[in-house]
């Protein structure tokens, strides 16, 4: 049953749309598979150099489990908002005599498969061979070795466990990075030192080979309790009992002096405020403008007026970024229907743009308090926000017209990459970078005052040419019409 379940899945892959439509992606994601293995086994096999250059008087194998603490959060972080649990078609299987427990088990099986797992091996093996070369007793590397290849899987099955506990909140990823939080705070305050124990029990287990048989047990209990988890909801009719809510009409009379514009910005807002996937870019506004508290409370970013100009783009455009990105995507569901109205496409954009405006200019005000690490890193939030405002809103607007992902807006909501194209990946890097790079141009060759005004002055380009940049943007979406109603009508 497993081969044929294999078969199924080959054929489903190789036949499916996506395939055929996301090549360029497929491209891309094979290019940053193949980059990060390489950066891995580079890592592997130089990180006894390195921590022998790094601290000459001390043993390379402890601590090498010092930063174990380290690489378990990151890597159940980078999970949670990157890893999703393979699935496959299961209800036509549900009406043959299939055992549940076989559909469950191959599920999991798949999810043991997955490239998160392999890629810690290309650092986790190379550097155990180092070891045991380097003269450490085989006898105690390959036990320690073994153990970090079962918390990989334990790291696997524990981040299905927490997106199954949280996926019902609007916001899951508070609760995981609540936690990280706290246990980093004890080590970073010296309340308890989480690189100790997490080193020691390591330390303990390479030593003693006997103990391995405690993460076997709990990875032993990680699929259990996945098992019990997606058995429970593995029946034809889970889902189809309605959710009643009350509808809660909110007072939008606020937009009509947007004028014909207003009707498009208040389903957008109503949109946003009634889905967990759009609701999700909303709440992403307080982290941004929390962003800066990460690197302006440290004096070694807190003086780098490059930090400045990074988060001054993604605070004040954070929601610009995760709004705009899917547009028109959001309104994939009913985008058919959208089209068929007699309505000017440009008002239907410029509703977007607006909120997007409206967005930036929202988080720049909220992050004036800023100005308390100094007044420089204020002027660089102002001049952050005009080029957001100038060249980054139209930038979204225009790469926008390629989008052919249909967003399923019922879907979990933070971190959700379903409806996520190549056109996703390939334009985050400008938007981030090319303000970086003009920044540092004026920096280095005149000084910090050139730098902000080579971003106010584009930004400032941006707007005045607003209205030629709309009338581009909209014929480009008016020539794309029709292949996006064909995309968003078909199923990813």
């Known amino acids: 049953m497993i081969k044929h379940f294999l078969n199924l899945e080959w054929k489903q892959y190789f036949r499916s749309s996506y395939w055929q439509k996301s090549l360029a992606l497929n491209i891309l994601l094979v290019f940053f598979a193949l980059y990060f293995i390489v950066m891995f086994l580079g890592l592997g096999f130089g990180l006894l150099f390195i921590l022998k250059k790094a601290y000459p008087d001390q043993d390379p194998f402890v601590i090498a489990n010092s930063f174990l603490f380290y ?13 999703k649990l393979p699935v496959m078609s299961v209800k036509p299987l549900l009406t043959l005599p299939i055992k549940r427990s076989t559909i469950v088990h191959f599920v999991l099986g798949k999810s043991a498969l997955s490239f998160f797992n392999f890629l810690p091996l290309f650092a986790i093996i190379p550097f155990s061979i180092m070891l045991i070369r380097e003269g450490y007793e085989t006898a105690q590397i390959l036990p320690w070795m073994f153990t970090l290849i079962i918390v990989v899987l334990i790291i696997n099955f524990l981040n299905f466990i927490i ?25 970073y305050f010296g309340i308890v030192s989480m690189t100790s124990l997490v080193g020691d029990a390591f330390m303990g287990i390479s030593n003693n080979s006997v103990l391995i048989l405690i993460p076997i047990v709990l990875l032993a209990i990680a699929y259990a309790f996945n098992f019990k988890i997606l058995k429970e909801k593995l029946f034809l009719d889970s889902g ?73 783009i993604f605070s004040t455009g954070i929601f610009l970024i ?30 977007k743009f607006v909120l997007m405006i409206l967005s930036v200019v929202i988080m720049f005000v909220l992050g004036i308090p800023y100005v308390y690490f100094g007044w420089k890193i204020l002027v660089m ?43 996703q990946w390939i ?11 003009l920044f540092t141009i004026g920096n280095i060759f005149i000084g910090f005052e050139a730098g902000v005004a080579i971003l106010i002055v584009i930004g400032v380009a941006g707007i005045v040419l607003h209205k030629k940049l709309m009338k581009s943007i909209t014929q480009r979406y008016l020539d794309s019409k029709y292949k996006m109603i064909d995309a968003f009508s078909q199923d990813n």
Request: no cysteine; charged share 15%.
């Open 71 to 83: 690489w378990l959060i990151v890597d159940l972080m980078m999970r949670f908002f990157l890893q």
């Open 163 to 187: 997106e199954a506990l949280s996926s019902k909140t609007d916001l899951p990823f508070l609760p995981l990075l609540a936690t990280v939080g706290v246990l980093y705070g004890l080590e």
């Open 240 to 312: 189809l009992k309605s959710k009643v809510t009350e509808v809660k009409a909110a007072d939008l009379s606020w937009t009509n002096r947007f004028g014909d514009i207003a009707p498009f910005m208040q389903l957008d807002l109503k949109l946003i405020w009634r889905n967990k996937r759009t609701k999700s870019s909303a709440f992403l506004m307080l982290i941004g403008l929390l962003y800066g508290l990460f690197f302006y409370t440290q004096p070694i970013y807190r003086d780098s007026l490059y930090a400045a100009s990074f988060v001054g």
């Open 322 to 351: 995760s709004f705009g990105q899917f547009i028109p995507a959001w309104d994939s569901g009913y985008y058919k229907m959208l089209m068929s109205q007699n309505i000017k496409y440009e008002q239907y954009l410029r509703s």
């Open 381 to 423: 939030h102002f001049a952050a926000a005009v080029y957001n405002i100038g060249v980054n809103s139209h930038v979204m607007l225009y790469g926008g017209s390629f989008n052919r992902k249909k967003i399923d807006l019922n879907q979990r909501a933070a971190f959700n990459y379903q409806g996520t194209g190549a056109v």
């Open 427 to 437: 334009i985050g890097l400008p938007i981030m970078l090319i303000p970086l790079v």
